[in-house]
């Protein structure tokens, strides 16, 4: 497993992360140039087969531990994660639980929705107090946003949701993230 400083390097250099929220989903990003796959789907049933076949594809892969049905995205459940999934790291909107997967040895981040300034120093202060290794930000078309937290976060901030074009990555990208998340398949191949 790479260290986390690999990890900032794979995002530089494959800005474009993969999102999957299906088994259709799946299908395509197994032969796309994605590198790094947000898991948005699945179960306690399957979730393992389908990191299994990401990892196999050569993918980093990521669970989004508070969307696995059958599955309680607290401490419990991101050690089964951990233990029977085996994925680089988790995605949680829970900042208890990346304190937790950190300890574990898990790469941890965070998902933030910016709806209105209280969302955005809420987050701000969740962030600063917990330390997730990186941050996604949603929606990722928000670049005054982004700008706004790289200015006061010392860690990777990964632009999420709403990101359909190839403005829209070059824009988030611009006002600062390492890198976004999209489910747009067309996207994937940049």
Not at 102 to 123: C, E, H
Not at 149 to 161: E, N, Q, S, T
């Amino acid at each position: 497993m790479e260290d986390l400083f690999d990890i900032q390097e794979s995002l530089i250099e494959n800005p474009v992360v993969a999102a999957i929220r299906d088994e259709e989903g799946l299908k395509s990003v197994l032969d796309s140039k994605a590198l790094i796959v947000f898991v948005l789907y699945g179960n306690i049933m399957n979730i393992h087969s389908i990191c299994e076949k990401l990892t196999k594809s050569n993918k980093l892969v990521f669970v989004h531990i508070d969307l696995i049905e059958g599955l309680r995205g607290d401490h419990l459940g991101i050690e089964f994660i951990k233990e029977y999934v085996k994925p680089y790291g988790i995605l949680t909107t829970k900042p208890s639980n990346i304190k937790h997967a950190k300890a574990l040895g898990l790469y941890a981040i965070q998902r933030v929705f910016m709806v209105d300034s209280l969302s955005i120093s809420t987050a701000i202060k969740n962030i600063q107090d917990v330390k997730p290794n990186a941050v996604e930000v949603m929606p990722g078309v928000v670049s005054k946003i982004i700008k706004n937290m790289v200015d006061k976060l010392d860690i990777p901030i990964i632009a999420g949701g709403l990101v359909s074009t190839k403005k829209d990555v070059m824009d988030a990208l611009g006002a600062g993230a390492l890198a976004i998340s999209t489910t747009s398949q067309e996207l994937w191949n940049l």
